[in-house]
Nanobody
């Protein structure tokens, strides 16, 4: 059974940093594109970042570009999201997702697997 388990969330002051991890129990992890999404209270889930199967390509939402970095370690079946210069508006539940062929139409769409999420709270 495939599982994606996020960790690393927490409470941080504005301007601080957090590193999220997502451990995937996918046997063929290295064939999957991986993404991070977030959902703030009262808002729809939104795309944050995506990384290709080999780590060679990355894409970011404009709101996090230059502050967040997505990376992956295929030997550890793990994807990361380094978040720097955090802002109160980054407060949300962060989810990782896996898809062999994610779709793109104005934003990214992942269908295959989703994690349960980890809470990130940024205080002002």
């Amino acid at each position: 059974q495939v599982q994606l388990v996020e960790s690393g969330g927490g409470l941080v002051q504005a301007g601080g940093s957090l590193r999220l991890s997502c451990a995937a129990s996918i046997r063929t992890f290295s064939t999957y594109a991986m993404g991070w999404f977030r959902q703030a209270p009262g808002k729809e889930r939104e795309f944050v970042a995506v990384i290709s199967w080999d780590g060679g390509s990355t894409y970011y939402a404009d709101s996090v570009k230059g502050r967040f970095t997505i990376s992956r370690d295929n030997a550890k079946n793990t994807v990361y999201l380094q978040m720097n210069r955090l802002k109160p508006e980054d407060t949300a539940v962060y989810y990782c997702a896996a898809d062999i062929t994610p779709a793109y139409k104005d934003t990214w769409y992942f269908d295959d697997y989703w994690g349960q999420g980890t809470q990130v709270t940024v205080s002002s």
